[in-house]
């Protein structure tokens, strides 16, 4: 088995750090890709609207690790001159909006009833999404990092949060302030982004990786990025594991406070969700620095690894796959709805089918990236 060297402490990168994202992919390519969005366990469907469920944990996990890994990077990019590091900045925010633009572009056609295809409007093509909030809270957490180093990054946290709070309160609907189509959010992208270019999944247009719910998005970002700094401070090291691990419960305990006024949403990115899903990282984190790197249990991370030393093009090309699989046709229905129906559904109740099928789909995407990893092809942004 051929691996990347992986320096932990002090070095450039560690290997929990490579574990955490890891699953993080794996686990966002199965909420992404089940058999059947209409049998789902329900840890496995986001939250209605308020509330939390284990998948409400996904993306903000991801935007954690990458905190978590600017930790290691900013280094080398402080020591370049200021007009390199805003160039890279840049580059990188706009390679990682665009793909994630052109993602929900794809596959860039349509099929006609009368027969026939047709390009679609890109100027109709939906926004925001998952990649650009990661570009965007990347971009804002680099430069509060690159001006302030870790202390602003604290301040931008608390002041970001509280006053997101005001903000949604202050410009939500009086009386409900809080719900779908009352929120601050929605009104700044309706007036901004414009209904046809947000997204629909909730029966009207509301997206919820718009504009507004970028501010606390970067929370989570600076927080991986100051748990970084901290664990390199500090050392891979009992005392290390006990801090992270006190320190995640009570920013879970907050959280649930701070819900009785402004409710855990991860739709609107209420600063309540982001305690909460930073105090589960936290927790996460500390026990995989415990395992991997105290305990040196690490003979199981591998099958992790594979998705963390390529999780950009990975989380791509599980979106590529799978739209590509719903435009194959096999008789009347599509090579998806073939495959789901007679490998799946065939033998398997409703939830465990669409389960199954998620699962399948995503150890698919780890043997691409399995392949990649034993050519040594890493597809950095």
Not at 250 to 264: G, K, T, V
Request: charged share 15%; hydrophobic share 50%.
């Amino acid at each position: 088995m051929t691996e990347i060297p992986i320096k932990t402490g002090l070095g450039t990168r560690y290997l929990a750090l490579d574990v955490l994202r890891g699953m993080t992919i794996a686990f966002m390519i199965i909420v992404n890709t089940p058999g059947s969005w209409g049998s789902l366990y329900g840890p496995l469907a986001h939250a209605d609207w308020h509330g939390f469920t284990p998948t409400d944990l996904v993306f903000p996990t991801f935007l954690f690790v990458v905190g978590n890994a600017m930790s290691f990077s900013m280094k080398k990019l402080n020591e370049m001159p200021s007009a390199q590091f805003y160039r890279k900045v840049l580059k990188r925010t706009a390679l990682i909006f665009i793909i994630g633009w052109l993602l929900n572009a794809f596959p860039f056609f349509d099929y006609q009833e009368a027969g026939g295809i047709q390009f679609i409007d890109l100027t109709q093509v939906r926004l925001f999404g998952v990649l650009q909030r990661i570009a965007l809270a990347y971009f804002f957490a680099a430069l509060i990092v690159y001006w302030g180093g870790e202390r602003w990054g604290w301040i931008f946290s608390a002041v970001g949060l509280i006053g997101y709070w005001a903000l949604m309160f202050i410009f939500g609907e009086a009386g409900d302030p809080y719900s779908l189509t009352g929120n601050a959010a929605i009104k700044l992208d309706l007036l901004l982004i414009g209904e046809d270019r947000m997204y629909t999944g909730e029966g009207i247009p509301f997206d919820p990786e718009g504009i507004l719910s970028t501010l606390p998005s970067i929370v989570n970002v600076l927080a991986g990025f100051g748990i970084g700094t901290l664990i390199q401070r500090k050392g891979n090291t009992i005392k290390t594991v006990q801090l992270l691990l006190i320190s995640g419960l009570i920013l879970i305990a907050c959280s649930y406070l701070w819900d009785l006024a402004f409710p855990i949403n991860k739709k609107i990115w209420t600063s309540s969700y982001v305690l909460l899903t930073v105090g589960w990282d936290l927790i996460l984190l500390s026990a995989l620095v415990g395992i991997i790197e105290i305990w040196k249990k690490n003979q199981w991370t591998y099958f992790f690894q594979v998705f963390g030393r390529n999780p950009l093009i990975l989380y791509v090309l599980s979106g590529i796959v799978i739209s590509i699989s719903f435009l194959i046709p096999i008789g009347e229905i599509s090579l998806k709805e073939y495959l789901y129906s007679t490998m799946f559904t065939s033998w398997l109740g409703p939830k465990n089918a669409s389960f199954l099928f998620a699962v399948s789909y995503m150890l698919l995407i780890w043997l691409m990236g399995y392949w990649m990893d034993k050519q040594k092809i890493y597809i950095k942004v």
